[in-house]
């Protein structure tokens, strides 16, 4: 439950309870011998101000340490679209009242895959001669997860198995995040269900079979399966979920996005983002550079924050993804994101994380977003991997 409400709740009885208090305290000696005799008024009166005394150092408890309105997740949840026949797009904006993440004004240019290895790259100053040095690179996960300000935790998470050596030789360590749709149906359901779709699914990845290739096989079905689901409740076109997906095997990172959550790279101090959201603002970027829009056109467009991609529809035609691995070192932390958390994000904060043991360096920048207090936060989920 939403903590606010579980305050104003408290409030309420808090302001009965005093009334009644108040009440009973107004009542004139000779009407209150007719109600009760003068052990019961005692008792009355007791168990009114005792109860006033109770709610109200909870309520201040509530307020002055700001106790979570939920427990954090513990489990790894084990658990406008372009179409030749039609178009359409999911707005993020229905999620709350007011958005909690509004688009800076369009990019002329979006960089490429090549051009983000390239950045990589050079973040890092120069890279071994030799793959020798970090194909033995060992992985080391954290994560940490929020409700925030919602009614219900959508955003799931999950993690290949880390203690399977033979598996990781042949597929690696995958990392998954999903954002269900808060303001649409089944939300919470089609994040949960796009994780444990993923998770199997890319298990299944054959010896010959390339990463790439088996993220895409996996994305697809993991989105067949949320658009089935969605059918089998009449709700076609009203489930969705974003889903971010990474592998690291043998010292090599590769990548794969559907929505707006994101994945970075922080090397050498400085954070690298790998994906690009798919929202309309890149629709609007297209015509300006055709001279259909202006720059500011673009930027203050209404509908630049509409999902263009995601999974719960019948074809996905666009996905992030890489083809060529990213070598990585020693050092380097791979971060997955929901929205609810990326723009906190920041070169210092990550410094500081990278100090810290994974697990604890999740905590650490998912305390740091929520010391903001904002009134309508999302849920927050973050996902890391460290290369050591």
């Known amino acids: 439950m939403n903590r606010r409400w579980i305050i104003k709740g408290l409030a309420i009885v808090l302001l009965l309870l005093v009334t009644v208090y108040i009440g009973v305290a107004a009542i004139p000696d000779k009407q209150r011998e007719q109600l009760w005799n003068n052990q019961q008024g005692e008792f009355i009166e007791i168990a009114l101000a005792s109860g006033m005394i109770g709610f109200g150092v909870i309520l201040i408890m509530l307020i002055v340490f700001d106790l979570p ?4 997740g513990k489990s790894d949840r084990g658990v406008g679209v372009d179409e030749a026949a039609r178009t359409k797009t999911m707005s993020r904006s229905e999620i709350a009242v007011t958005p909690t993440w509004v688009p800076p004004a369009v990019p002329l240019k979006t ?7 390239g950045a990589a790259n050079a973040a890092a100053g120069s890279i071994p001669n030799s793959r020798n040095a970090v194909v033995n690179m060992k992985v080391i996960t954290g994560h940490a997860q929020h409700i925030g300000e919602r009614e219900e935790q959508q955003d799931a998470y999950g993690f290949s198995s880390l203690d399977d050596e033979e598996a990781i030789e042949h597929r690696g360590v995958l990392a998954v995040i999903a954002d ?8 919470k359901e089609a994040g949960q269900l796009a994780i444990q779709m993923m998770l199997n699914e890319y298990k299944a990845k054959s010896a010959e079979e390339s990463i790439p290739k088996a993220l895409e096989q996996s994305l697809h079905l993991a989105n067949q399966a949320v658009y089935e689901m969605a059918l089998s409740h009449e709700l076609e076109w009203s489930v969705g979920t974003t889903l971010i997906a990474t592998v690291i095997h ?15 790279l922080f090397r050498g101090g400085v954070l690298i983002p790998l994906t690009r959201d798919h929202i309309y603002a890149n629709r609007l970027r297209e015509q300006v550079l055709a001279g259909i829009l202006t720059q500011e056109e673009a930027g203050s467009h209404p509908e630049r924050h509409l999902l263009t991609s995601y999974l719960g529809i019948p074809r996905i035609t666009e996905i992030d993804a890489n083809q060529e691995p990213l070598l990585l070192l020693p050092g380097d932390l791979v971060i997955l994101c929901s929205d609810g958390l990326y723009d906190d994000l920041s070169d210092k904060l990550l410094e500081e994380a990278s100090c810290l043991y994974p697990p604890l360096a999740a905590t650490h920048i998912l305390q740091h977003v929520l010391a903001e207090r904002r009134p309508y936060q999302d849920n927050a989920t973050i996902a890391i991997l460290a290369c050591v």
């Open 250 to 264: 043998q010292g090599e990172l590769y990548w794969i996005s559907a929505g707006d959550s994101r994945i970075y």
């Open 69 to 72: 309105a939920s427990k954090r």
């Open 111 to 117: 960089p490429s895959i090549e051009q983000i290895i």
């Open 180 to 187: 269900g749709m808060g303001g649409y149906a089944m939300g």
